[in-house]
């Protein structure tokens, strides 16, 4: 069946993706946007993780000083070439992360980057709290596996919520769609915030 060109025009503005793409995703969901965005989404989650093991050794580091000055932020975002890098899809992508990393502050990039320790105790914190409860030993569980991924969104840039665009996800899913828009593995490697006043 044709491709509606409204449709087309709609796909590509929200996911980003080439118009080959965007057509074979409109043609496989039958017309239907919504499939439609979910199949370029999930062929983005392969190109990733194909991507995955390749080195990533260029990129940029990009800041960002929030008016008058008394925030900044600097991240560093890598990627396997130079040409990538000047690409105006991963300038912008760079800049939105220093965006929303002095929006909504993490702790760390990714949940690898947290200390055993911390993650121990905030879940020893979580059982204590629910020691006397009266609650089954497998609804705790569940619970404190809830409030674990709460502690993970905050936390964690990877896993917060995209600020940028919240029906795209999380800032995982962000970057998943970057990966599979331009071909190579993406990295978001280390940011350092700093805010007058605080250490």
């Keep these: 069946m044709p491709v509606d060109l409204n449709d087309l025009k709609q796909l590509r503005k929200a996911t980003g993706a ?37 080195q990533a050794s260029e990129g940029l580091v990009v800041s960002y000083i929030h ?17 990538v ?22 702790l760390v990039v990714s949940r690898d980057d947290l200390c055993e320790a911390d993650v121990e105790a905030e879940r020893n914190v979580l059982l204590s709290q629910l020691a006397d409860s009266g609650k089954p030993e497998n609804i705790v569980e569940k619970i404190i ?16 919520e995209w600020s940028d665009d919240p029906e795209t996800g999380t800032v995982l899913n962000a ?20 805010s007058i006043g605080s250490e």
């Design 145 to 160: 596996q809830g409030r674990m991924e709460k502690f993970f969104a905050e936390s964690c840039l990877l896993d917060q």
């Design 85 to 106: 890098a000047k690409t105006d899809d991963f300038q912008a992508f760079a800049k939105k992360v220093a965006l929303h990393i002095a929006a909504y502050p993490p």
């Design 18 to 54: 080439g118009i080959v793409d965007c057509k074979k995703a409109l043609d496989e969901s039958g017309g239907d946007l919504q499939k439609a965005i979910t199949i370029l989404r999930e062929k983005g989650i392969k190109v990733a993780s194909k991507k995955a093991g390749r």
């Design 67 to 83: 008016p008058p000055g008394k925030l900044g932020v600097m991240v560093e975002i890598n990627c396997e070439t130079d040409f």
């Design 175 to 194: 970057l998943t769609d970057l990966i599979g828009k331009l071909r190579e593995n993406i990295v978001i490697n280390r940011f350092a915030r700093f």
